[in-house]
Structure formats: C-alpha cells, structure tokens
T-cell receptor
Framework: AQSVTQPDIHITVSEGASLELRCNYSYGATPYLFWYVQSPGQGLQLLLKYFSGDTLVQGIKGFEAEFKRSQSSFNLRKPSVHWSDAAEYFCAVGALFISNFGNEKLTFGTGTRLTIIP | ETGVTQTPRHLVMGMTNKKSLKCEQHLGHNAMYWYKQSAKKPLELMFVYSLEERVENNSVPSRFSPECPNSSHLFLHLHTLQPEDSALYLC?????????????FGPGTRLTVT
C-alpha cells in the first residue's frame, strides 16, 4: 500500500524567508502527488498536483513543488513567505491500485504546521 | 452558496445520542467523500460515494452510517459514539471518484463526544 511521510510536524519561518516543506512517499509506480493547505477553521484547498511530465510544478499562491523519483520526494517550496501562508500543509498521494471496492483513493500525510513570525 | 458546505460546524453529543452531519455540494460533482481528521494522524478516508452509490467503505465502525440521497447531498448518521470518535469530520466532492480530479473540501464539523 502507498504511504506518505511528512517528517516535519511544525516549522517556523520569518516573513519574507524561503520555505521548503518535505514530503516522501512510498509507492511502487509513478503516483499522483498533491499538496493541500488548510487554514484555521477551513477545509483543505489544493495548492498543486503532479501527474506526469515536467517534474517542477507550479501552483497557486506562489508555491511550487518538485517531483524527484530517485528520492521518492515531492517537496513544496516558496521563495518568500507571507504572513497569510501560516496554515497546515498536507502532502497526498493518489494511487492507481485497486482498493477493496475497486476505486483509487488519496492517502494523506500527517501534515506540517507552518508558523510565520514577523 | 458555493462550493461545499457542512452543517453543523460544531457538535457536542453524548455517547447515547443520535445525530447527523450534513454536507452539500454546489459544484455539480458526481463523487462525495467523508474524511475523519484527528490530531497528529493522517486524514482518514471513511466513505466514498459515486453517483449516489457507495464505492468505498474503509473499515469504518457501524456506529457511523452514511447516506447519499442524491449527488448533491451527503449525510453521516452517528449513534452510540465513543470519546475517541471526537474529531473534525470533513466532507469533500470531486467530478469523479478518482484522484485525477481535484477534491473540494468543506470546512468540517468539529465533533466532541462526551
């Protein structure tokens, strides 16, 4: 079965600094990869996704992520964070395997909480 | 209303109560999902419906009972819950029940079981 690891539970960065959130996945083939963001009191919102092709993908709010097959990683980056980026970030993998009821599904990591300091 | 809405936003219930969570999507999607979000644990998929037919039941205890009367509405009926069921319950929808399509999430219902 596929799995997702987000090794950093909590990260604090200064406003204007660069950001990298780590995500490692385990899956036997090329997965679909996603980053979601959850602001306090809100549901999850998709930032970006990777299905195939160019391994550097651009998302909303100035975020990008790079798929590295050799490292089984899909790290999220932003060159300069804003106070409004404070939120929880979830990496997810979607697999094409057949689950109990014959469909595909997303598997999420445990999330990384991002705090921005002035 | 746009997107995915959930009611109530907060719910406190005793272990012997019966309550229901409601989700409504205004996106014309064919698939709807229930997830459980607990602190320090990954988001857990509970149920998936595609065109009102349940296509995934992820080993969820029978005290959780989903209902999908049409493609726009999804309910989660709760009865005789346990304190460990306290969590944020998120509803989501997507065009089809596959990760190829983006899932849109509601704000969640914060459930506390006393």
């Amino acid at each position: 079965a596929q799995s997702v690891t987000q090794p950093d539970i909590h990260i604090t960065v200064s406003e204007g600094a660069s950001l990298e959130l780590r995500c490692n996945y385990s899956y036997g083939a090329t997965p679909y990869l996603f980053w979601y963001v959850q602001s306090p009191g809100q549901g999850l919102q998709l930032l970006l996704k990777y299905f195939s092709g160019d391994t550097l993908v651009q998302g909303i709010k100035g975020f990008e992520a790079e798929f590295k097959r050799s490292q089984s990683s899909f790290n999220l980056r932003k060159p300069s964070v804003h106070w409004s980026d404070a939120a929880e970030y979830f990496c997810a993998v979607g697999a094409l395997f057949i689950s109990n009821f014959g469909n595909e599904k997303l598997t999420f990591g445990t999330g990384t909480r991002l705090t921005i300091i002035p | 209303e746009t997107g995915v809405t959930q009611t109530p936003r907060h719910l406190v219930m005793g272990m012997t109560n019966k309550k229901s969570l409601k989700c409504e999507q205004h996106l014309g999607h064919n698939a709807m999902y229930w997830y459980k979000q607990s602190a320090k644990k990954p988001l857990e998929l509970m149920f998936v419906y595609s065109l009102e037919e349940r296509v995934e039941n992820n080993s969820v205890p029978s005290r959780f009972s989903p209902e999908c009367p049409n493609s726009s509405h999804l309910f989660l009926h709760l009865h005789t819950l346990q304190p460990e069921d306290s969590a944020l319950y998120l509803c989501a929808s997507s065009q089809e029940a596959t990760p190829l399509y983006e899932q849109y999430f509601g704000p969640g219902t914060r459930l506390t079981v006393t």
